[in-house]
């Protein structure tokens, strides 16, 4: 609440990835409302689930620098894949120090399943509450960048 009375939240602000779930975005609604405000843009991000699978579960980190690879978008140099074409884990090195890579516990294949039921259980029904106000805007974001941030911009159009 405090941080929205700021002077550079004064023409509105963006939450990233908040509300997560129905209970949250009533009371955001609630909250909004006694300062005389409420939610004008909910922009949904459509990607299919068996890409979100690759993009994710192909995430690398170097958890020093936070500097991110991916095995198919930007692989490591030192990148070698096994029999099952898959990554050798002991082959995924840093670019710039040769130190190992890591996978955050949150991007495999398994971690997946369970947030995708997370996003479908408890998201969707935010959509489905902001739907009726016909504040919900759709983003293809399963294209280059580019296209996406087109999208987005358009979305936050008046």
Same mark, same amino acid.
Request: charged letters at 30%; hydrophobic letters at 35%.
């Given at each position: 609440?405090?941080?929205?009375?700021?002077?550079?939240?004064?023409?509105?602000?963006?939450?990233?990835?908040?509300?997560?779930?129905?209970?949250?975005?009533?009371?955001l609604?609630?909250?909004?409302? /006694?300062?005389?405000?409420?939610?004008?843009?909910?922009?949904?991000?459509?990607?299919?689930?068996?890409?979100?699978?690759?993009?994710?579960?192909?995430?690398w980190?170097?958890?020093?620098?936070?500097?991110?690879?991916?095995?198919?978008?930007?692989?490591?140099?030192?990148?070698?894949?096994?029999?099952?074409?898959?990554?050798?884990?002991?082959?995924?090195?840093?670019?710039?120090?040769? /130190?190992?890579?890591?996978?955050?516990?949150d991007?495999?294949?398994?971690?997946?399943?369970?947030?995708?039921?997370?996003?479908?259980?408890?998201?969707?029904?935010?959509?489905?509450?902001?739907r009726?106000n016909?504040?919900?805007?759709?983003?293809?974001?399963?294209?280059?960048?580019?296209?996406?941030w087109? /999208?987005?911009?358009?979305?936050?159009?008046?």
């Amino acid at each position: 609440r405090d941080r929205i009375k700021e002077a550079d939240c004064r023409f509105g602000f963006i939450l990233d990835g908040f509300p997560r779930t129905l209970v949250q975005a009533r009371a955001l609604d609630k909250m909004l409302a /006694e300062e005389g405000a409420c939610v004008t843009k909910v922009i949904e991000l459509q990607v299919p689930d068996e890409v979100l699978e690759e993009r994710i579960c192909g995430r690398w980190i170097h958890k020093k620098s936070g500097r991110s690879y991916h095995v198919k978008f930007a692989p490591p140099k030192s990148m070698k894949l096994g029999a099952d074409g898959k990554p050798v884990p002991e082959s995924m090195k840093d670019d710039e120090t040769g /130190e190992s890579l890591m996978q955050r516990p949150d991007d495999t294949a398994t971690a997946l399943v369970k947030r995708l039921k997370g996003y479908h259980g408890e998201t969707v029904p935010i959509l489905d509450h902001y739907r009726p106000n016909g504040i919900v805007r759709e983003v293809n974001a399963n294209q280059g960048m580019g296209g996406v941030w087109k /999208e987005v911009e358009a979305s936050l159009g008046r």
